[in-house]
């Protein structure tokens, strides 16, 4: 390759990594304005909530009270005006709380919507994170390189790790109580077993993922949308499935997020057959079986998600 080549090619990593820099930059300023909202909506809830107990309080003292202002009403001709303001009153406040609920209504139907996109974006974000680790611990077995000392790499916190769990279990939870279980089992079983029969775990999270996609697109559903059979093929692939699960029969015009998702999964099976020819036991097949798992994870929660958007 000559030097000219060499600069070319260079020049386009450059061009790359500033582009992908910048897509982070953005997303990072995206997400920081969420939850800035976010604790702008939680107030302005605190508020309402402040106000409606102080506002109950009232409602229940005049309750307690009413009786006793009929029945002085009844001796002192003047307290019937008490009697007719706080009717007055009452009337005027339950207009202005009916307002305030229709308000709220029509906001919350805005708010609601959002909350399935921004579940989407992170889960994406987490897909992607964790299927880079899986293709770092594929290149570094397939290399024989020592990646994670040679460029200082680092595994997501265990704090955000344990964070997209529970928001999985949440929604295997929704799907089929049964799944949450049988995923954290997986795990106690990667914990517990031998190095040698690690594997086994990475087998059973894929059997979760694999059930999934069964449970939302069997073979008889998908046999019978235009999209499948003008592909001619003989048999369903788990990328038909997941097309079919997110958008069913529509034809779809930009395939961007459905490819995205796509080579996550591809990535995930092609550790598995990377598995099959590593050492068993050994620290590389641990940490490769470790990140399938959480990418298998991070993909399944991303799916759902998705899923959740439509």
């Avoid at 920081?32 to 605190?46: A, D, F, R, T, V």
């Avoid at 595994?155 to 949440?170: W, Y």
């Avoid at 914990?191 to 690690?198: E, F, H, M, R």
């Amino acid at each position: 390759m000559t030097n000219d080549e060499n600069q070319l090619k260079e020049t386009e990593q450059e061009k790359k990594e500033d582009k992908t820099k910048k897509t982070l930059d953005n997303l990072n300023e995206n997400y920081k304005k969420l939850e800035s909202y976010g604790y702008e909506l939680q107030q302005i809830g605190l508020d309402i909530v402040k106000q409606s107990i102080i506002g109950n309080e009232y409602i229940q003292f005049q309750l307690s009270e009413l009786p006793k202002y009929e029945e002085a009403a009844n001796e002192y001709q003047n307290m019937n005006g008490i009697l007719n303001d706080i009717c007055v009153s009452g009337m005027i406040a339950i207009k202005k709380t009916q307002t305030a609920l229709d308000f709220l209504k029509k906001g919350e139907a805005f708010v609601v919507k959002a909350i399935p996109y921004i579940s989407s974006a992170t889960s994406t974000c987490s897909s992607n994170a964790y299927s880079a680790i899986a293709m770092i611990n594929q290149t570094a077995i397939n290399t024989g390189t020592d990646l994670y000392g040679r460029y200082d790499l680092h595994m997501p916190s265990i704090a955000v790790e344990q964070k997209i769990q529970a928001d999985l279990d949440e929604q295997l939870n929704k799907i089929n109580p049964k799944y949450s279980p049988r995923r954290r089992g997986v795990w106690a079983t990667f914990y517990s077993v031998s190095p040698d029969k690690k594997s086994q775990a990475a087998n059973s999270m894929r059997d979760i993922f694999r059930d999934l996609l069964l449970l939302w697109a069997p073979n008889k559903l998908i046999e019978q949308v235009g999209w499948w059979k003008k592909l001619g093929k003989k048999t369903v692939s788990h990328n038909d499935r997941i097309r079919f699960l997110l958008y069913g029969e529509k034809e779809i015009e930009d395939q961007t997020e459905l490819e995205s998702i796509y080579k996550e999964v591809d990535n995930i099976y092609d550790n598995f057959s990377l598995l099959q020819g590593t050492a068993h036991g050994s620290d590389q097949e641990i940490q490769l079986v470790e990140s399938t798992m959480k990418a298998i994870e991070s993909s399944t929660l991303r799916i759902i998600n998705l899923r959740n958007e439509k």
